[in-house]
T-cell receptor
Framework: IAGITQAPTSQILAAGRRMTLRCTQD?????MYWYRQDLGLGLRLIHY???????GKGEVPDGYSVSRANTDDFPLTLASAVPSQTSVYFC?????????????FGPGTRLLVL | GQNIDQPTEMTATEGAIVQINCTYQ??????LFWYQQHAGEAPTFLSY??LDGLEEKGRFSSFLSRSKGYSYLLLKELQMKDSASYLC??????????WGAGTKLIIKP
C-alpha cells in the first residue's frame, strides 16, 4: 500500500441499503477526512478525525457515520442510503491540523444510489 | 456564511499564461490552498499561501492578499496536460478546509 486507498472504486446501491466505504492510509497521518464531491459544488466535508479514537462532524454529516479505531483506517458508513447520497466520495489524510500541512487524497469511490 | 468564488471555466492556448482568481469570505483564515484535479481523479496539492505575496513553484505561482480576501493561481507556459480543474480552498478558524467549486481549465493547441 502506498498513500491512501479506498474501496470499492464504484458501487451501485439500492436505496435503503447499508454501505461502508473503506479508507486506509499507510503514511501514519494523524488526521483523516471524508468529503463528497458533487457537480458544480466544492468538496464538502462529511466527517473528520484529528487522531485515532476521535471523530467530528463536518458540514454535511447527516446520514453518515464514521469510526477511527486505529491510525490507518477510517471507514464511512451510510446507514440507510438515499438517492441524494449519490456522489463521489474522497477520503483524505494530513499529518496534523495546524500549519501548512496539505491533505492527501485517495482515488475516490463513485456511489450511485437508486 | 462561508463562501469561495472562482470562475466556472476558462480557456487558454498552449504556451500561454493564464490566471485563475479566487475570492473568499470565511470565518477566520489559516491559509489558502490550490489543488489540481484531472477528470475522474483525486485532487493533488499545488500550493499553499498563508502570508501576503507571491509563492513561485516552477511554472505555477500563487498570490495572496488577505486584506482583499483574494488569491490567484498563475500558470505559465501552458501545456496540454494542464487541462484540469483547479480548486481553491481556505482553512478557516476551525482548521477545516472550505472549498470552491473549482475552475475547469481548457487548453487549446
Amino acid at each position: 500500500i502506498a498513500g491512501i486507498t479506498q474501496a470499492p472504486t464504484s458501487q451501485i446501491l439500492a436505496a435503503g441499503r447499508r454501505m461502508t466505504l473503506r479508507c486506509t492510509q499507510d503514511m501514519r497521518h494523524n488526521a483523516m477526512y471524508w468529503y463528497r464531491q458533487d457537480l458544480g459544488l466544492g468538496l464538502r466535508l462529511i466527517h473528520y478525525s484529528n487522531t485515532a479514537g476521535t471523530t467530528g462532524k463536518g458540514e454535511v454529516p447527516d446520514g453518515y457515520s464514521v469510526s477511527r479505531a486505529n491510525t490507518d483506517d477510517f471507514p464511512l458508513t451510510l446507514a440507510s442510503a438515499v438517492p441524494s447520497q449519490t456522489s463521489v466520495y474522497f477520503c483524505a489524510s494530513s499529518p496534523g491540523l495546524a500549519g501548512g500541512e496539505t491533505q492527501y487524497f485517495g482515488p475516490g469511490t463513485r456511489l450511485l444510489v437508486l | 456564511g462561508q463562501n469561495i468564488d472562482q470562475p466556472t471555466e476558462m480557456t487558454a492556448t498552449e504556451g500561454a499564461i493564464v490566471q485563475i482568481n479566487c475570492t473568499y469570505q470565511t470565518s477566520g483564515f489559516n491559509g489558502l490552498f490550490w489543488y489540481q484535479q484531472h477528470a475522474g481523479e483525486a485532487p493533488t496539492f499545488l500550493s499553499y499561501n498563508v502570508l501576503d505575496g507571491l509563492e513561485e513553484k516552477g511554472r505555477f505561482s500563487s498570490f495572496l492578499s488577505r486584506s482583499k480576501g483574494y488569491s490567484y493561481l498563475l500558470l505559465k507556459e501552458l501545456q496540454m496536460k494542464d487541462s484540469a480543474s483547479y480548486l481553491c480552498a481556505v482553512r478557516n478558524s476551525n482548521y477545516q478546509l472550505i472549498w470552491g467549486a473549482g475552475t475547469k481549465l481548457i487548453i487549446k493547441p
